[in-house]
């Protein structure tokens, strides 16, 4: 099929969403493709253009690309139906840079050849498949998370739905500051609870007495969620509320149909402890396409 007769055409109608789930086969795509990421960003004054990518008059893929500053980036796409082969995606990226502008590409899964430069090399996320029943889940927990999770449902740690999230933003921004590092900001978070309020999972976590101890925040979009922002004081990290929070999420995913919990980057500076922590969950490290400049060829 890599010799097929390939042909970009701006997507068809509203239903980004249906059809990102129909072209994944009961799988899931990542955030940076969904209808409510493109709704956000559309709101907040960037470029969204939409596209289907056919090959011999079948659709075979979808992408989303968000333009900015003379650049269209395309973030965890294009996707494509499962096991389409390399050199048609590799087509497809370099057919996609024809418009004008830049075309910056982060793919699902690696993807070289002629007419793709290379960036940055591949990051890695933790992949939760919620597939299994909940009992087959507890399971899969690494010893030691579980054990965690058990002592914080044994000291009546308590997960609560919490509609006034500005304070887990807020405290998200400190822990920024404090360790160095940059997220999404807090206005996207709040542009994301305007554009679709029923895919935000904002939770608060109580201790025995009430007392507000960590929060947590998921993105839902399609089959699959992500995992947002989370923050904890020194009594949540001392107690597991974290294991409790994360745990008790998940459940809450899968009743609603989600298949696939993106936990977020595993890599070296994402640091020892959360990568322990992310992969204590039973999740995959699951390499992602090294990120690379698409040339017109």
């Known amino acids: 099929m890599t010799g097929s007769a390939l042909e970009i055409a701006p ?4 239903a980004w969403q249906q059809a990102l789930d129909a072209i994944a086969l009961g799988g899931a795509c990542a955030m940076q493709q969904s209808q409510s990421y493109g ?4 709101a907040r004054g960037r470029r969204v253009a939409r596209f289907e990518i056919r090959a011999d008059g079948v659709r075979i893929g979808l992408v989303q690309m968000i333009g900015r500053r003379g650049m269209w980036l395309i973030s965890r796409g294009p996707v494509f139906v499962p096991g389409c082969a390399e050199g048609l995606q590799r087509r497809a990226l370099c057919h996609l840079a024809r418009r ?7 793919p699902a899964a690696a993807v070289a050849g002629p007419g793709l430069i290379p960036l940055i090399t591949a990051r890695h996320h933790a992949i939760w498949s919620l597939r ?9 927990l690494a010893g030691k998370w579980r054990n965690r999770l058990v002592a914080a449902e044994r000291a009546g740690l308590r997960v609560c739905p919490e509609p006034e999230f500005d304070w887990i933003l807020r405290a998200d921004q400190a822990q920024q500051r404090a360790r160095g590092y940059r997220a999404l900001p807090a206005d996207f978070t709040r542009d994301w609870a305007a554009q679709a309020p029923e895919d935000l999972i904002a939770l608060r976590i109580e201790d025995a007495t009430g007392a507000r101890i960590a929060g947590v925040i998921v993105l839902r979009h399609g089959a699959g969620a992500s995992y947002h922002i989370g923050w904890s ?7 597991g509320a ?3 929070a994360l745990w008790q999420t998940a459940l809450m995913l899968r009743a609603q149909g ?3 919990f993106d936990l977020g980057c595993v890599d070296g500076e994402a640091g020892a402890g959360r990568l322990h922590f992310k992969l204590g969950t039973g999740a995959r490290a699951v390499s992602l396409g090294a990120s690379l400049l698409a040339l017109p060829i």
């Open 11 to 14: 997507f068809p109608g509203a």
């Open 39 to 42: 709704a956000v960003l559309g």
């Open 100 to 106: 004008p502008g830049l075309v910056l590409a982060t």
């Open 132 to 140: 299994a029943d909940p009992s087959a889940l507890r399971k899969g």
């Open 233 to 239: 004081g020194a009594q949540g990290r001392a107690s």
């Open 242 to 244: 974290h294991n409790l």
């Open 258 to 260: 989600v298949v696939q």
